[in-house]
């Protein structure tokens, strides 16, 4: 018992981090119907980011290291979107899902050109340590505690942002029908931008996040990255509790499945979870599918 | 004087060198070809399927289960490798086809993906280190199954099946209501995609030395990604000829020291591609459209498949 | 009923709901074999919604669909164009990129009869299948007078004979009942006069029956037998031509519009 609980636990730490990946991927795909393949990387950007940032300005304090992260992997996504997906607006779909796993692939290796392509240790640690939990025989570690903690204050921020802004109307309004959102004289483009910034910049958070419990490398956003759209899918695609849900529940059965089998399965249980949720419930947890228009 | 000779003459036998390994490409990229240029489906994890159909053939060749004579154990691993990567083209195929495209891909992907991963640690097929190989096929034989796939793709595009495969490209909701049945179709398509790429990926354990975990990282899917858009979705002849060009890439920039820039020069393309000349090199054409060659041989009617850009959809 | 035979295509009690709001709510519609019928209405009046759950692309949340007798609401677009059932759309939907002929082939799939390894050998089945499906399509594309443009590609055609060739598309599957959603929709005087005619000749020549969506007051009132007034969501009016010009509440949905 105490066992499963531990491993509920891990889960959890993990899940809240696949979670705030998710979101960006669900609040993107909520707008305009696209994959982005490379909402991984910009986690790995902002690893990356904030790893500089503290190696290279001694003294900088982790939030503030944090925030430059965070607006880095905005900036960047604004960017990508900007220049590589908004021209293919109208394009058959194909076009602009090239363009993403494109942008991906390139981030990935731009890292690996600027980076180097060993793993490096982020500059700045959790504080090393853990709360026992006698009665329940469990560990939990103070770094998953920030992370828990950390999660849950971007995820209010994120949902103050959608439901209590002008901005965040505008978002809801363009995620329900964009033409619509047009006409009303909302400038949708500027929407569109707004979304891929915070998404991007909760992608980038959970950037330090890893780099501070693991390491940074070019290719760390992939595996995240994977998990927390099957999360985003499992939660019903473009339904922002649906992502937090998911991305809490992919963690916890990574982590059973990690702790009761192999790790080494692990990923290949996402896939199957992926698989499975497109056979028999492809709207996820708490999605809605649109009806087509003829 | 001397260097650009040594370049042209080193590339030239770079060019006969590669020619297997160029003949396995053109049929992995008609495959894919298959699947996102003729029916605009979207898959990105093609390595993956290549991967399944040359453990598959090397499985079957390095065990011998059977201990039939060479030519035997040839044929039979080179129908196994597509039977069996048809049949995980149907099991990717199956929960995708009712969806939007874009489930096909993250499935493809993350399949080739979980793929790689489990053949680094499936002991039977040598885990990382990979397998020795058996050498059975020649340049020869690569290229008549090469002729065998181009006959295979070009009977296919311009038949019945064809033009339904393409109308469901076009617009789905149309297609059915003219009877297509889109679940059945868009299955079909995935199944013989990736049978294709089952069979480059028999010639491909049948012609090297060896293969292992790394040959058939996520990187291949995207250069078989590039081949077709660069060659123009849908296009026969342009998916060909960027095949050709792409497989050689690789060794023309290992021969000026770029080789660690590969990738870099793959998604760049890539890009630049989709925003400047979606339609691909040849545009809305096929080679026999050319003015030279025109004149000798063209198919009975004019049917444009690549997937231009021009349109603007409203 | 004045008829013995069971009506070609009838609704009881047909609606739908989106996201709460009836679209669309208790329609009853009746085609009987033979007859062109039209479906009229107001902008969003929900006429193209009833095409849609006809056709299945929507499922109806309430009432059934009766094809010949035979309940087909709740199958697949597809085996409904199987059972006899083809359309157009008021948003033209041509396979663009494919050429004129190609549109028609393919709406001639089913009868091929040869299957991929027909294709990949091409034996005798396989060419006789290929002539005469193109016999067929061109004798198609010659009756709506598009035989010049086999070889254009379909996305190059201009909006009147893009309208044209949606029909001629879904006359190929050979249906019972043709659908057609607002065909005269862009079409200059003369081609609505030509198109009116061809409409007439659906029925004689190829012995279709036709539902009708259509804006054209002039082109309704002069092909349709019968025709059913709907305003939001509902059925208002129904009745002849003659009857229908007269009905106030018709005409008040049409002012009560602009």
Same mark, same amino acid.
């Given at each position: 018992?105490s066992?499963?609980l531990?491993?509920?636990?891990?889960?959890?730490?993990?899940?809240?981090m696949?979670?705030?990946?998710?979101?960006g991927?669900?609040?993107?795909?909520?707008?305009?119907?696209?994959?982005?393949?490379?909402?991984?990387?910009?986690?790995?950007?902002?690893?990356?980011?904030?790893?500089f940032?503290?190696?290279r300005?001694?003294?900088?304090?982790?939030?503030?290291?944090l925030?430059?992260?965070?607006?880095?992997?905005g900036?960047?996504a604004v960017l990508?979107?900007?220049?590589?997906?908004? =021209?293919?607006r109208?394009?058959?779909?194909i076009?602009?899902?090239?363009a993403?796993?494109?942008?991906s692939?390139?981030?990935?290796?731009?890292g690996?050109?600027?980076?180097g392509?060993?793993?490096?240790?982020f =500059?700045?640690?959790?504080?090393?340590?853990?709360?026992?939990l006698?009665?329940?025989?469990?560990?939990?570690e103070?770094?998953?505690?920030f992370?828990?903690?950390?999660?849950?204050?971007?995820m209010?921020?994120?949902?103050?942002?959608?439901?209590?802004?002008?901005?965040?109307?505008?978002?809801?309004?363009?995620?329900?029908?964009?033409?619509?959102?047009?006409?009303?004289?909302?400038?949708?483009?500027?929407?569109?931008?707004f979304?891929?910034?915070?998404?991007?910049s909760?992608?980038?958070?959970?950037?330090?996040?890893?780099?501070?419990?693991?390491s940074?490398?070019?290719?760390?956003?992939?595996?995240?990255?994977?998990?927390?759209?099957?999360?985003a899918?499992?939660g019903?695609?473009?339904?922002?509790?649906g992502?937090?849900?998911?991305?809490?529940?992919?963690?916890?059965?990574e982590?059973?499945?990690?702790?009761?089998?192999?790790?080494?399965y692990?990923?290949?249980?996402?896939?199957v979870?992926?698989?499975?949720?497109?056979?028999?419930?492809p709207t996820?947890?708490?999605?809605?599918?649109?009806?087509?228009k003829? | 004087?001397? +260097?650009?000779?040594?370049f042209?003459?080193?590339?030239?036998?770079t060019?006969?060198?590669?020619l297997?390994?160029?003949g396995?490409?053109v049929?992995l990229?008609?495959g894919?070809?298959?699947i996102?240029?003729?029916?605009?489906?979207?898959s990105?994890?093609h390595?993956?399927? $290549?991967a399944?159909?040359?453990?598959?053939?090397?499985?079957?060749?390095?065990?011998?289960?059977?201990?039939?004579? $060479?030519?035997?154990?040839?044929?039979?691993?080179?129908?196994?490798a597509?039977a069996v990567?048809?049949?995980?083209?149907?099991?990717?195929a199956?929960?995708?086809?009712?969806?939007?495209?874009d489930?096909?891909?993250?499935?493809?992907?993350?399949?080739?993906?979980?793929?790689? +991963?489990?053949?680094?640690?499936?002991?039977?097929?040598?885990?990382?280190?990979?397998? +020795?190989t058996?050498?059975?096929?020649?340049?020869g034989?690569?290229?008549?199954?090469?002729a065998l796939?181009?006959?295979?793709y070009?009977?296919?595009?311009?038949?019945?099946l064809g033009?339904?495969?393409?109308?469901?490209?076009?617009?789905?909701?149309?297609a059915?209501?003219i009877?297509?049945?889109?679940?059945?179709?868009k299955?079909?398509v995935?199944?013989l995609?990736a049978?294709?790429?089952?069979l480059?990926?028999?010639?491909?354990?049948?012609?090297?030395?060896y293969?292992?975990?790394?040959?058939?990282?996520?990187?291949?899917?995207?250069k078989?990604?590039?081949?077709?858009?660069?060659?123009?979705?849908?296009?026969l002849t342009?998916?060909?000829?960027a095949?050709?060009?792409?497989?050689?890439?690789?060794?023309?920039?290992r021969?000026?020291?770029?080789?660690?820039y590969?990738?870099?020069?793959?998604?760049?393309?890539?890009?630049?591609?989709?925003?400047?000349r979606?339609?691909?090199?040849?545009?809305?054409?096929?080679? $026999?459209?050319?003015?030279?060659?025109?004149?000798?041989w063209?198919p009975?009617g004019?049917?444009?498949?690549?997937?231009? +850009?021009?349109?603007?959809?409203? | 009923?004045?008829?013995?035979?069971?009506p070609?295509?009838?609704?009881?009690g047909m609606?739908i709901n989106?996201?709460?709001?009836?679209?669309?709510d208790?329609?009853?519609?009746?085609?009987?074999?033979?007859?062109?019928?039209?479906?009229?209405?107001?902008?969003?009046?929900?006429?193209?919604?009833?095409?849609?759950?006809?056709?299945?692309?929507?499922?109806?949340?309430?009432?059934?669909i009766e094809?010949?007798g035979?309940r087909?609401?709740?199958?697949?677009?597809?085996?409904?164009?199987h059972l006899?059932?083809?359309?157009t759309?008021?948003?033209?939907?041509?396979?663009?990129?494919?050429?004129?002929?190609?549109?028609?082939?393919?709406?001639?799939h089913?009868q091929?009869?040869?299957g991929?390894?027909?294709?990949?050998?091409?034996?005798s089945?396989?060419r006789?299948?290929?002539?005469?499906?193109?016999?067929?399509a061109?004798?198609?594309?010659?009756v709506?007078g598009?035989a010049?443009?086999r070889?254009?590609?379909?996305?190059?055609?201009?909006?009147?004979?893009?309208?044209k060739?949606?029909?001629?598309?879904?006359?190929?599957t050979?249906?019972?009942l043709l659908?057609l959603?607002?065909?005269?929709?862009?079409?200059?005087?003369q081609?609505t006069a030509?198109?009116?005619?061809?409409?007439q000749?659906?029925r004689q020549?190829?012995?279709?029956?036709?539902?009708?969506?259509?804006?054209?007051?002039?082109l309704v009132m002069?092909v349709?037998?019968?025709?059913?007034?709907?305003?939001?969501?509902?059925?208002?009016?129904?009745?002849?031509?003659?009857?229908?010009?007269?009905?106030?509440?018709v005409?008040?949905?049409?002012?009560?519009?602009?």
């Amino acid at each position: 018992m105490s066992e499963f609980l531990q491993f509920l636990i891990n889960g959890l730490a993990v899940g809240s981090m696949y979670a705030l990946i998710a979101l960006g991927y669900t609040m993107v795909y909520g707008i305009i119907q696209l994959i982005n393949f490379a909402h991984g990387e910009f986690m790995m950007m902002g690893a990356f980011v904030g790893a500089f940032t503290l190696n290279r300005l001694q003294g900088t304090p982790l939030a503030v290291a944090l925030v430059i992260s965070m607006l880095a992997a905005g900036l960047l996504a604004v960017l990508v979107e900007l220049v590589a997906y908004r =021209p293919l607006r109208r394009q058959p779909k194909i076009f602009v899902l090239t363009a993403a796993i494109a942008v991906s692939v390139l981030l990935q290796n731009l890292g690996r050109i600027v980076f180097g392509s060993s793993a490096v240790s982020f =500059p700045a640690q959790f504080p090393q340590g853990s709360i026992g939990l006698e009665s329940l025989g469990v560990w939990v570690e103070y770094s998953q505690l920030f992370v828990l903690g950390l999660s849950l204050v971007l995820m209010a921020a994120l949902w103050l942002i959608v439901h209590k802004t002008k901005i965040g109307a505008a978002m809801r309004a363009t995620s329900q029908d964009i033409d619509a959102a047009r006409l009303m004289g909302i400038n949708t483009n500027l929407v569109i931008s707004f979304t891929f910034f915070i998404g991007a910049s909760l992608a980038g958070a959970v950037g330090v996040f890893y780099g501070m419990q693991y390491s940074v490398d070019p290719l760390m956003g992939v595996q995240p990255g994977l998990a927390a759209f099957v999360a985003a899918v499992l939660g019903g695609i473009g339904s922002l509790p649906g992502a937090m849900i998911g991305g809490l529940l992919i963690g916890i059965i990574e982590n059973l499945v990690a702790g009761y089998l192999s790790s080494t399965y692990q990923g290949a249980i996402t896939f199957v979870l992926l698989i499975l949720v497109l056979s028999i419930k492809p709207t996820g947890l708490l999605g809605r599918m649109a009806p087509v228009k003829v | 004087m001397t +260097s650009v000779i040594e370049f042209f003459t080193s590339l030239g036998s770079t060019i006969f060198s590669s020619l297997d390994l160029i003949g396995v490409y053109v049929i992995l990229a008609l495959g894919l070809n298959l699947i996102n240029g003729m029916a605009g489906m979207f898959s990105i994890g093609h390595a993956g399927f $290549w991967a399944v159909g040359a453990y598959t053939a090397a499985a079957i060749t390095v065990h011998d289960p059977l201990s039939t004579p $060479w030519p035997v154990t040839l044929a039979l691993s080179i129908i196994a490798a597509i039977a069996v990567t048809g049949f995980a083209g149907l099991v990717l195929a199956l929960p995708c086809s009712r969806l939007a495209g874009d489930y096909l891909a993250i499935a493809t992907l993350g399949f080739s993906i979980i793929v790689v +991963s489990l053949l680094y640690n499936l002991d039977f097929v040598g885990a990382a280190t990979g397998l +020795s190989t058996p050498t059975y096929v020649s340049k020869g034989f690569i290229w008549l199954m090469v002729a065998l796939s181009l006959l295979f793709y070009y009977r296919l595009q311009y038949s019945n099946l064809g033009r339904t495969i393409l109308a469901l490209r076009e617009d789905e909701i149309a297609a059915q209501s003219i009877g297509v049945n889109r679940v059945r179709l868009k299955i079909l398509v995935l199944v013989l995609g990736a049978g294709m790429a089952g069979l480059a990926g028999a010639l491909f354990a049948n012609s090297a030395t060896y293969i292992n975990p790394a040959g058939f990282e996520f990187d291949q899917s995207i250069k078989i990604l590039t081949m077709v858009v660069l060659g123009g979705l849908g296009s026969l002849t342009g998916v060909v000829l960027a095949a050709v060009l792409l497989t050689l890439l690789p060794e023309v920039l290992r021969l000026v020291n770029l080789a660690d820039y590969q990738m870099l020069v793959f998604s760049v393309l890539l890009i630049v591609m989709v925003l400047v000349r979606p339609q691909g090199i040849l545009g809305r054409k096929e080679l $026999w459209d050319l003015p030279l060659l025109r004149r000798y041989w063209r198919p009975s009617g004019p049917l444009r498949v690549a997937l231009g +850009s021009v349109e603007v959809k409203s | 009923m004045t008829t013995t035979t069971a009506p070609l295509l009838k609704t009881t009690g047909m609606g739908i709901n989106f996201g709460g709001l009836k679209a669309v709510d208790e329609v009853n519609l009746q085609v009987d074999p033979g007859e062109i019928v039209g479906l009229i209405g107001p902008n969003g009046a929900g006429k193209t919604t009833c095409f849609n759950m006809i056709t299945g692309v929507y499922k109806p949340s309430r009432g059934s669909i009766e094809l010949a007798g035979a309940r087909i609401d709740g199958k697949s677009t597809p085996s409904i164009n199987h059972l006899g059932i083809a359309r157009t759309f008021q948003n033209i939907r041509l396979f663009r990129q494919l050429t004129v002929l190609d549109n028609v082939r393919v709406a001639l799939h089913r009868q091929a009869g040869y299957g991929l390894l027909g294709a990949l050998l091409r034996l005798s089945p396989y060419r006789r299948a290929e002539v005469s499906m193109r016999q067929r399509a061109e004798y198609l594309l010659d009756v709506f007078g598009l035989a010049e443009r086999r070889w254009d590609r379909a996305g190059d055609l201009p909006y009147g004979e893009q309208r044209k060739l949606e029909v001629v598309r879904a006359l190929a599957t050979e249906p019972k009942l043709l659908l057609l959603d607002e065909p005269a929709a862009g079409m200059n005087p003369q081609e609505t006069a030509t198109l009116t005619a061809l409409i007439q000749r659906l029925r004689q020549e190829f012995k279709v029956s036709v539902l009708l969506i259509e804006h054209d007051m002039s082109l309704v009132m002069k092909v349709c037998d019968r025709i059913y007034v709907l305003d939001y969501g509902k059925e208002i009016a129904r009745g002849t031509p003659p009857e229908i010009q007269s009905n106030q509440q018709v005409i008040k949905a049409y002012l009560g519009e602009a």
